[in-house]
């Protein structure tokens, strides 16, 4: 049996081995390349990552950055679990409908989305067109080209990635556990403030760091919506490379981003371990 089980990994791995060699070519390889630039362009030594502590520019580009990117992501859980609240406890006819209306807004293109947005809230747009004509406003309300603009639109794009975590968190806790508190007498809030809602809370983290890893790389909507006015992280690496080709800022910036989301993975799976805990306890 120790012989057959052997002979069976060592035929598993042949089969992954092509694969790995592939994706260690088309991935791994362009990420060293990138650690390797942030450290030999344009002179060998660390005086890029020096600029981290020196730049009060890169101090505020990481700090709207950080800022937008949790703006967005505790809006987005906020709604995306009242979304998929409804969507779990739906009927099967109400959820077929609202999965599909879910899985559309996946097709339609962020540069699409970002644009729609632009027209929408700008300064002849329909949401101020519409205010001045009732009365509520005077002059037009600047939504766009500044956070406000660049968080809507953000977080409209990033609800969905919100809800399917969570939705599938929901679907697999057992409902009988609700309905024995709400049949000893619980009333419905505190029955979903002290059995529900910590059983989602492993939903709640994994939408939570999808959510913020996926804002972290923004780069149409800030540019479109942002106007030139807010810069985050991705939009400015593009003008590093593209326009003033310092190929050694924009290549520290990329380490940066790639070893942060590396740490908030290893340290939000130690905290989903806990939270998998918590919610067995309750």
Known sequence: MDLLSNKQARGYWLMVAPMAVLVAALYGWPVLNILLLSVTVPSPGFGNYEQLI???GLHNLIWTTLRICLLTTVVSVV???FIAYVISNADRRQRTWMLTALML???ISVLV???????ILGRTGLVNSFLITIGVIEEPIAFVRNELGVVIGMVHYMIPYAVLPLLSNMD???????NASRGLGASRFYTFRRIYLPMTIPGIF?????VFIVSLGFYVTPAILGGGKVLMIAEYISVQVLVTLQWGIAAMLASLL????????????RFMRLSQMFGTKS
Do not use: E, Q
């Not at 989305?113 to 027209?119: G, P």
């Open 54 to 56: 020196s730049s009060p």
């Open 79 to 81: 709604a995306g679990y």
């Open 105 to 107: 807004s996946f097709w």
């Open 113 to 119: 989305r970002a644009f729609a947005w632009l027209i």
């Open 172 to 178: 697999g806790l057992d409902k009988r556990v609700v």
């Open 206 to 210: 994994a939408a939570s760091l999808l």
């Open 258 to 269: 790639l070893g942060g989301i590396f740490v908030m993975l290893l340290v939000l799976s």
